[in-house]
């Protein structure tokens, strides 16, 4: 019943930007934190930015702290990550995950999308 589903990724050069998005359905969107959540070629999942249920409150790793930008429409039921200023180990799969709690902390992923690709390359 929990849908997450990404799209915007793409082919980008080094120092480009995307968005983007996740379209939720099949859960109240507007009572969970969310997170993106990557995982690039060779390595293990990375846990990019979070957000709590209002968007209030947000969290980044410092890979991409100054850089990338999450929100949340949860009107539209949306997540959204801007990326701007990416670098080619930007390059990976990237995951919009429902957590198990409202706000940020150690939260658990208990839905996750398909994933959407992201490749930085000149």
């Known amino acids: 019943q929990v849908q997450l589903v990404e799209s915007g990724g793409g082919l980008v050069q080094p120092g480009g930007s995307l968005r983007l998005s996740c379209a939720a359905s099949g859960f109240t969107f507007s009572s969970y934190a969310m997170s993106w959540v990557r995982q690039a070629p060779g390595k293990g999942l990375e846990r990019v930015s979070d957000?709590?249920?209002?968007?209030?409150?947000?969290g980044y790793a410092d890979s991409v702290k100054g850089r990338f930008t999450i929100s949340r429409d949860n009107a539209k039921n949306t997540l959204y990550l801007q990326m701007n200023s990416l670098k080619p180990e930007d390059t990976a799969v990237y995951y919009c995950t429902k957590t198990t709690n409202s706000g940020l902390g150690p939260n658990e992923y208990d839905y996750w999308g398909q994933g959407t690709q992201v490749t930085v390359s000149s």
């Open positions: 957000i709590s249920r209002r968007g209030g409150s947000t």
